[in-house]
């Protein structure tokens, strides 16, 4: 039975920029959640602190959650091999937090998608550098995750792997038990692609899951496609939205996800128009579960 963690999307600019947030409020916010887990954000200002670290784990598994899995943004396609090494380093911190906190996932990316970059040439970049952190990564029984991302908040270029051919061969490219896929739905629709498709391909290796919502604040998809497909900057035909509402089939995504024996944990990116939002898309979230894998969904009060 998947297990639920909530991510606080709508918190991102408190927590990691101007500080109005602290962790502890965000972990006392959420405790109120029907989830059993909080993901992480390597980002949070507080997190600059080792110290903090256990404490943080401690004030969460004292409101009986834990933190499984840990968000972060390598940027392993830089064409300078000092800056990869660099990245690599600060993708091992990352790893020690996530060990320190509890956590048994870390999120990878490829790196930005730069101009002149070939795609053979960054796939295997990324790969060679996903390759360096796995032996750091299994000595403390940390999966590393490769998302389908679009983009950080602080990148100039979009994902390098946000298309899924070129996410395909980083994927194949990467064989290791302690290394799977982060699948998000909703990112595929950034690239001006079909989430389902994209599933049916990485299934088998999908280890964890962002759930999340889009839909379309004006056109059809086909004008998403044909205009946002794969560029630079956020689509803005498309918003966050309450899950169970946008354009992501959750009956189709987690039909299939059953089908491959997928158990892991299903973190919730929303939230966006606040805590009553993010409490509805959990419920959502509790009840599909349910219809799928049978029984009462997991879940704290």
């Not at 502890?24 to 980002?43: D, F, K, N, P």
Request: hydrophobic share 35%; charged share 30%.
């Amino acid at each position: 039975m998947p297990k639920l963690a909530a991510f606080p999307k709508a918190f991102m600019q408190a927590l990691c920029k101007d500080g109005s947030m602290t962790v502890s409020e965000w972990i006392r916010l959420a405790s109120t959640l029907e989830v059993e887990g909080l993901e992480w954000y390597a980002g949070f200002l507080e997190m600059a602190d080792e110290s903090n670290w256990p404490r943080f784990r401690r004030e969460v598994e004292d409101t009986g959650r834990t933190i499984p899995m840990m968000c972060c943004s390598p940027d392993f396609t830089h064409p300078d091999a000092a800056f990869r090494k660099a990245e690599i380093a600060k993708q091992k911190w990352w790893i020690d937090m996530t060990y320190a906190l509890g956590g048994s996932y870390c999120r990878v990316l490829s790196g930005q998608r730069r101009p002149e970059l070939a795609i053979e040439e960054g796939v295997k970049l990324a790969a060679d550098s996903i390759h360096a952190c796995l032996p750091h990564a299994a000595e403390r029984g940390i999966t590393l995750i490769l998302e389908n991302h679009y983009k950080d908040d602080f990148w100039e270029y979009p994902e390098f792997a946000q298309r899924m051919d070129v996410f395909c061969q980083l994927v194949e490219a990467v064989e290791h038990p302690n290394f799977g896929v982060n699948y998000d739905p909703s990112n595929t629709y950034l690239a001006g692609e079909d989430p389902l498709e994209l599933l049916r391909r990485v299934s088998h290796r999908v280890v964890t899951m962002h759930a999340s919502d889009r839909y379309l604040a004006e056109g059809t998809i086909e004008d998403l496609r044909r205009e946002e497909g794969g560029s630079q900057g956020y689509a803005k035909r498309l918003r966050h939205g309450e899950i169970g509402k946008g354009l992501n089939d959750y009956d189709a995504i987690f039909s299939e996800l059953k089908g491959k024996g997928f158990d892991g944990w299903i973190s919730i990116e929303d939230g966006v128009d606040g805590m009553e939002q993010l409490e509805r898309s959990v419920a959502f979230l509790k009840r599909k579960i349910a219809e799928h894998w049978g029984g009462e969904a997991s879940g704290q009060g």
